[in-house]
C-alpha cells in the first residue's frame, strides 16, 4: 500500500539526510549534496496526507506503525541535534543554474549546427529554384538540396531531443531552486511532532486494553 511505502521511506530518507548534514564542509556544497535536502522536503511536505495514513495503518497493524514511528522520531531528533548552520549560506537557486548550464549549453550547441544547416539548405533551395527543370545543373543541384534538407532535419531533430532533455532536468530538480533550509526545520518540527503523538496515541491504545 502507499501508506506502507511512504512511511517506510521517511525514517530512512531522513537518516540520508542526517548523515549528509552530520558530514558535509562549512563553504562546500554541492548539487549532489542540495538534492537529497530538497527532494525529502519535495516528497514528504504533506504531512496531512501522512496523518491520514497513519490513521488507516494504526487499525491494520499498530505495532508496525509504532515502529515506524519509532524510528522517524529518532532521524527527527537526530535532525535537529545536528549543527546546520553551514546550510545558512548555501545559494540552492545558483547551484541549481549551474546544474543545468551542460544541459543548456549542449542545447544551444546543437540548435546553432541546425540553423547554419538550415542557412545552407535554404541557399541551395534559393538557387535551384532559379533553374530551369531541364537544365543539367538542375538534377544535380536538386540532390545536393535534398541532401542538405536530410542533414538539417537530423540536427533539428537532435536538437529537439536535447531541448526537451534540459526542460526535463528542469522540471525533474526545480525543487532545488525553491528549496530554503528553514522549509526542512519547519518541516522535521512538524514530523517530530506528529511522530510523537502517534507513539502516544498506541501507547495509550495498548495501556486501555483490558
Known amino acids: 500500500m502507499i501508506m506502507d511505502t511512504m ?3 521517511i525514517p530512512q530518507r531522513l537518516h ?14 554541492s548539487f549532489g549534496e542540495a538534492l537529497p535536502l530538497s ?7 504533506d504531512t496531512n496526507l501522512l496523518v491520514k495514513e497513519a490513521v488507516c495503518l494504526v487499525k491494520e497493524n499498530p ?14 531528533e537526530t535532525y535537529l541535534s545536528l549543527d546546520r548552520t553551514p546550510l545558512q549560506a548555501v545559494d540552492f537557486e545558483s547551484l541549481f543554474g549551474e546544474h543545468l548550464k551542460p544541459f543548456e549549453h549542449r542545447h544551444e550547441e546543437a540548435k546553432a549546427t541546425a540553423t547554419g544547416l538550415w542557412r545552407e539548405y535554404s541557399s541551395t533551395s534559393n538557387r535551384l529554384d532559379f533553374l530551369p527543370l531541364d537544365a543539367e545543373e538542375y538534377s544535380l543541384l536538386d540532390a545536393e538540396c535534398s541532401a542538405a534538407k536530410a542533414k538539417y532535419d537530423e540536427a533539428h531533430a537532435h536538437a529537439h531531443h536535447l531541448y526537451k532533455e534540459w526542460m526535463q532536468e528542469r522540471d525533474r ?12 526545520d519547519v518541516l522535521v518540527e512538524r514530523l517530530k511532532g506528529i511522530a510523537g503523538s502517534i507513539i502516544s496515541d498506541i501507547n ?3 495501556e486501555d486494553k483490558p
Do not use: I
Open 7 to 9: 512511511l517506510q521511506n
Open 16 to 29: 540520508e539526510v542526517n548523515t549528509l548534514l552530520a558530514t558535509c564542509r562549512q563553504g562546500v556544497f
Open 39 to 45: 527532494l525529502f522536503y519535495r516528497d514528504f511536505s
Open 63 to 76: 505495532g508496525r506503525l509504532l515502529d515506524f514511528s519509532s524510528s522517524l522520531l529518532l532521524e527527527t
Open 173 to 184: 530538480y526545480f525543487c532545488v531552486h525553491c528549496f530554503k533550509p528553514m522549509f526542512l
Open 204 to 206: 495509550k491504545m495498548q
